[in-house]
């Protein structure tokens, strides 16, 4: 499985950004059997979670740095996920990594919180907030 997240930039304090992570795989594979994550590293600090998804979308999860100002969402139809990113402060400046993990039909709701689960990265995308 690969993960190829896009749609970062530098963008001005309050601004938004739109990133998303589309998900291929040279085997044969359901997109709708992963669970997402974003994540986020900034420099010196550790990674942290952002938000998480669940398979068919209905659960999320966000960080409280993330709550009220980015949304998760995902399209299985796209084997895509997308994370919306409005009210951007400079604190949000770091790299964003999506991350994907398999379920079985019993965990299909859940959403995963800790970037130990996830078995497949993207490469990143840095966003930078900044005047």
């Known amino acids: 499985v690969q993960l190829q997240a896009s749609g970062g930039g530098l963008v001005q304090p309050g601004g938004s950004l739109r990133l998303s992570c589309a998900g291929s795989?040279?085997?044969?594979?359901?997109?709708?059997?992963?669970?997402v994550g974003w994540f986020r590293q900034a420099p010196g600090k550790e990674r942290e979670a952002v938000a998480a998804i669940s398979c068919s979308g209905r659960n999320t999860y966000y960080a409280d740095s993330a709550k009220g100002r980015f949304t998760i969402s995902r399209d299985n139809t796209k084997n895509t996920v997308w994370l919306q990113m409005d009210r951007l402060d400079p604190d949000d400046t770091a790299v964003y990594y999506c991350?994907?993990?398999?379920?079985?039909?019993?965990?299909?709701?859940?959403?995963?919180?800790?970037?130990?689960?996830?078995?497949?990265w993207g490469q990143g995308t840095q966003v930078t907030v900044s005047s």
């Open positions: 795989s040279a085997s044969p594979w359901t997109f709708e059997t992963h669970a």
């Open positions: 991350a994907m993990k398999g379920v079985t039909g019993a965990y299909y709701e859940r959403i995963y919180r800790h970037d130990y689960y996830y078995s497949y």
